[in-house]
């Protein structure tokens, strides 16, 4: 009997080989019936502040899910601080985002974002990853100003916050309507699971997404190539693997 794994994607940019390894029977050969969930039905309304009201870990505390990858540093806190679930490796894919200003913005490099409010999802991966690339830019911890938003797009935009660290493919919209790249992103997902994933079914899960990978690598370069132009909301629709 095939046993049923629910997972809830944490960016359908970068979930690409958990949609392959579903799509193509990966799972299946593995004993296993994955569901994958694309998106938290709440949208905007549920990245609130506090991670541990969002979808992803209340379902996965009410025992709904079994599976949810996050960035590497906000697995580490949502295990030790919910109390529950614990971590069965890094997600296959490394995660790109990019801090970004609008285009009449007078800032120009990350050192000038010193005490200057950045839009942020708070304990998620950008979160963590700007702390990094400002501090690498010689901003001092106690002079970076992160602001959670709902909608960090909307907030930059807006002009609610004068830069925002974004993950795609908020990214190429924000570029869309003008916005300029000050530094790009790069953070590693970490895979976190309920109680009652036994290393087995981890083993299996993990064997399945490497599959997955092996399967959709020699095509990456060459719908990166075919996709470069396209908005997000085109994108559907053109042919490529997941």
């Not at 940019?13 to 593995?30: I, L, N, T, Y």
């Not at 490394?94 to 200057?116: H, P």
């Not at 807006?158 to 790009?184: H, Y």
């Not at 064997?207 to 095509?219: F, H, K, T, Y």
Request: hydrophobic share 40%.
């Amino acid at each position: 009997m095939k046993r049923t794994i629910r997972v809830q994607s944490d960016s359908n940019a970068h979930d690409r080989p958990w949609r392959v390894a579903v799509e193509q029977g990966f799972f299946k050969d593995e004993g296993l019936d994955v569901e994958y969930y694309e998106d938290n039905p709440k949208g905007v309304a549920g990245r609130v502040e506090k991670f541990s009201e969002r979808w992803k870990e209340t379902q996965l505390s009410g025992g709904a899910l079994e599976v949810y990858p996050v960035c590497e540093w906000g697995a580490i806190e949502r295990v030790q601080q919910l109390g529950h679930g614990r971590i069965i490796g890094l997600d296959t894919t490394a995660r790109t985002g990019a801090i970004m200003v609008r285009a009449d913005s007078k800032i120009k490099s990350l050192a000038e974002l010193r005490n200057v409010p950045i839009a942020v999802t708070w304990h998620a991966g950008t979160f963590y990853a700007a702390i990094e690339a400002l501090e690498a830019a010689g901003v001092p911890y106690k002079e970076i100003n992160l602001v959670h938003a709902n909608d960090r797009l909307k907030a930059l935009l807006d002009g609610e916050t004068e830069a925002a660290a974004l993950m795609e493919p908020l990214v190429s919209r924000a570029a869309s309507a003008g916005a300029r790249k000050l530094a790009d992103l790069r953070w590693r997902g970490g895979i976190v699971v309920g109680d009652d994933v036994d290393d087995e079914t981890a083993d299996r899960l993990m064997r399945a997404l490497n599959r997955a990978v092996s399967c959709v690598g020699p095509r990456i370069a060459a719908d990166e190539t075919r996709l470069r132009g396209h908005r997000p909301q085109q994108i559907s629709g053109l042919g490529f693997i997941a």
